[in-house]
């Protein structure tokens, strides 16, 4: 069936600098393309996504990239903050309206 | 601005017993999902409904059963708990309408069985 594969599982950096997570998924007929963040103790929320038709989005320190031709799209966060430290969750549309979710990366950001 | 509400915070039960979990949104969306969350293994799908008494089979439906008599309303039922149960459940919802469809999750249910 149809997944989404999310790595690294655990990220840390120091504070400033940049931090990656990179997804891959299976279906070629996805075309939407989600990341949400979990902060601790609370629900995750859209943060940042990007359509099949567009290659790259920004939203201040974020952009999301997508290469659809490998079946791949990375999530970027520039300049990180403490505020960033969170559980980061990628996910990939199907054709009923769910979303396939990748299994979560822990970034952690160090003083 | 979306809400998604959910029944309660924190649950213990007893293995065996019949357990409900109601979530609530208001924003006439059509689908609504209930997933389980557990350290590691990411956002699994256990029921999804996309509409008022229709349901879908997600990955891990064994042990569990649904019901959406209301539009606004998605209750995700564990027919006799287990120790397996104890988990993290987060409701969510969207609209059909477009092609592109932002989930909406509630606070979640930390559910114990003991």
């Known amino acids: 069936g149809e997944n989404v594969e999310q790595h690294p599982s655990t990220l840390s950096v120091q504070e400033g600098d940049s931090a990656v997570i990179k997804c891959t998924y299976s279906?070629?007929?996805?075309?939407?393309f989600p990341w949400y963040k979990q902060e601790l103790g609370k629900r995750p929320q859209l943060i940042i996504d990007?359509?099949?038709n567009v290659g790259e989005k920004k939203d201040q320190r974020i952009a999301v990239t997508l290469n659809k031709t490998a079946k791949h799209f990375s999530l970027h966060i520039t300049e990180t903050q403490p505020e960033d430290s969170a559980v980061y969750f990628c996910?990939?549309?199907?054709?009923?309206?769910?979303?396939?979710w990748g299994a979560g990366t822990k970034l952690i950001i160090k003083p | 601005d979306v809400k998604v509400t959910q029944s309660s915070r924190y649950l213990v039960k007893r293995t065996g017993e019949k357990v409900f979990l109601e979530c609530v949104q208001d924003?006439?969306?059509?689908?609504m999902f209930w997933y389980r969350q557990d350290p590691g293994l990411g956002l699994r799908l256990i029921y999804f409904?996309?509409?008022?008494?229709?349901?879908e089979k997600g990955d891990i439906p064994e042990g569990y059963s649904v019901s959406r008599e209301k539009k606004e309303r998605f209750s995700l039922i564990l027919e006799s708990a287990s120790t397996n149960q104890t988990s993290m459940y987060l409701c969510?919802?969207?609209?059909?309408?477009?092609?592109?469809?932002?989930?909406?999750f509630g606070p979640g249910t930390r559910l114990t069985v003991l």
């Open positions: 996910a990939a549309s199907t054709s009923n309206y769910q979303l396939i």
């Open positions: 924003m006439d969306h059509e689908n």
């Open positions: 409904s996309y509409d008022v008494k229709m349901k």
């Open positions: 990007i359509r099949s």
């Open positions: 279906d070629s007929a996805s075309n939407y």
């Open positions: 969510a919802s969207s609209r059909t309408s477009g092609r592109y469809n932002e989930q909406f």
